[in-house]
C-alpha cells in the first residue's frame, strides 16, 4: 500500500502535467515551432533513440565525472575551513565572489584556453558550477561541531584525525547530502552549458543545438525531457546513497 | 608523590577574552582519595566546567598543577571517563555503538566480542537491556543519560568526571539515576567528581562536598558527608542530612555574596 502510494502519486502527478500541457498547446492551436505538446515527444524519441542513449550517456558521465571531483575537491576545502579559521577567512570571500561569477561566461574563456578538448571542458565546467555548496556545508558543518562531541574523545587521548573520522565526519554527512543535491541540479547546467557552444558536437546539449539548427522543435523539447529524466535519475541516486549512510539523521515519524 | 588519587593544588587560571583576562580559579585547592566521591557546588558561572576540563587534561592552567594517580597531567589520558549534563551520543550509532566507543579508542585490539560483552553487562546494570540496538533518539532523556554514564565508565577509568550530569532530568528521574550511580560504584569502584546544582544529590552521592566561592573561585568549604555508603533517598531526610543540607545552603548564599540576606 505504502509503495503503492509512493510510486502512484508521483506517476499521477506527472501525467496531469503532460495532460496540462498538451492541453494548453491544443487549446492555444500553437504549431510545433512556437511549442511542441507531449504527443510530439515520442515520435522524436522514436526518430532518434540510438542518437538519445550515445548523447545521453555522454552527458551523464560528464556529469558524473565533475560532480566527483566537485565532492573531491569540495569536501578538502571544506575540511580546511572548518577546522582553520585562517583558512576560513582567506577563502571565504574568494569563494563567493567566485560563485557569484555567471558560469556561462566561462564557457568562452575555458572554449579558448583548452582549445579542442572537448571531454575535459565539460567535466571541468561541471564541477566548477557545483563544488561551491560542497565546501560551504562541509565547512559549516566542521565549524559548528559541538565542543562537548570533540571532548568525549579529546578527553580520552584521542588523535585529531580519529575525531574527524569517529565523529565530525559522520556528523556532516547530513548537510554534506543535502548539499549534494544542489550540486547534482548544478553539475547539469554546467555540462550543458559547454555541450550546446556549436563546436562541440556531443552530449545532449550538442543533440537539442542541432535540434534547433534544423528546425526540429518536437526534438528539442524531447532533449529537454531526457534531461529532466537524467536529473531525476541522478537525483535519487543520491538520495538512495543518502539513505543508506545518512538514513539516521531520518527521525522515526518524521 | 600524593596521597591521594585526585591532587588539585593552588590552580589559578583566567580565560583571554576580548574584554581582558577573566580570572576564574583562584588558588584552588582540591583533594579527593582513591574510590572517594568528589561533589563539587558553586554559584553559576564560577568556573566549575572548567575545573573539569583542567581534570581531565583538556586544557593546561595559568597556574598550579593538577595530579591524577601521582603523575602531572599535562595532557588528556586514556584512564578518565567524562560525562556532561548533554548525553551528546552519536545519533548514528545504536546505544550499544555508542557505549562501546570509547574501547575503540583507549583498547583498539580489544575482540569485539570482548567490548560487547562490557557494554552489554553495563547496560543491563543501568536499565538498558533490550535498548541496545536502538538509536539515541529513540530513547527519553533519562535512558539517553544512562547510556552516557555507561560510555564514561566502559574503559573502566579510574577518574570520573560529570558536569551535571543530571541537570536536564526531572526530579523522579534524577532520584533514580542517583541509586543507578550508587550501585554502579558499589560494583566497581571509581574516584569521582561530580559537579552539580543541586544541593541534595551532592549529600547523597558525595563522600565529601566542595563548595567553590563565586569567580573567580576558591574553596570556599568542604564538608565530609558522613552518612553510610548504602544511602537511600530517604537518608536524605534524616536530621544529620537536613543539617548538612541547611549548611550547604548557607554556604551557597555567602558564595553568591549574600550573605545575610533575608529569602
Ligand atoms: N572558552 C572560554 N572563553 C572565555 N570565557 C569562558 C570560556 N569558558 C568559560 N568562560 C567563562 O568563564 C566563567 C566560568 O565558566 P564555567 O563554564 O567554568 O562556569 P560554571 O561554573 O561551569 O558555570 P555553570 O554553573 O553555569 O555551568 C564564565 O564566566 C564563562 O563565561
Ligand atoms: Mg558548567
Redesign the interface.
Known sequence: MDLVKKIAIPVAAIVAFLAFWEFIVWVNGWPNFKMASPSDLPPAFARYAGLFVEMGWQTLWRTVAGLCLAVLFGTLLGMAMGFSKIARDALYPLLVGFNAVPKATLVPVIALIFIGQHDFNTVLMAFLISFFPIAVSVGIGLSTLEPEYRDILRSLGASKFTIFRKIALPKTLPEFFGALKVSVTLAFIGTNLVEIVPPHGRGLGALFKSGETNGDYPLMFAVLIALAVLGIVLYYAVVALEQIFAGWAERPGG | MSAFLIDIKDVTHAYRTKAGPLPVLDGLNVQVPEGEFCAVVGPSGCGKSTLT?LV???MKPDKGEVWLHGERVT????T?G?A?Q?P?L???RTILDNVI??L???APRMPQRDRVERAMHLLEMVGLKGFEGK?P??LSGGMRQRASLC?SIV?KPDVL?MDEPFGALDAFTREDLWQTMRDLRAAEPFTCVLITHDLRESVFLGDQVIVLSGRPARTQHVLRVDLPADRTIESLYTPEATAMLHLLRDEIRRAQGREGAVH
Open positions: 576540563r581531565a587534561g583538556l595532557s588528556p589520558r586514556k578518565v567524562m556532561f548533554n551528546v552519536l545519533e548514528w566507543l570509547p575503540e579508542i583507549v538509536r533518539s529513540e560510555r574503559h568526571i
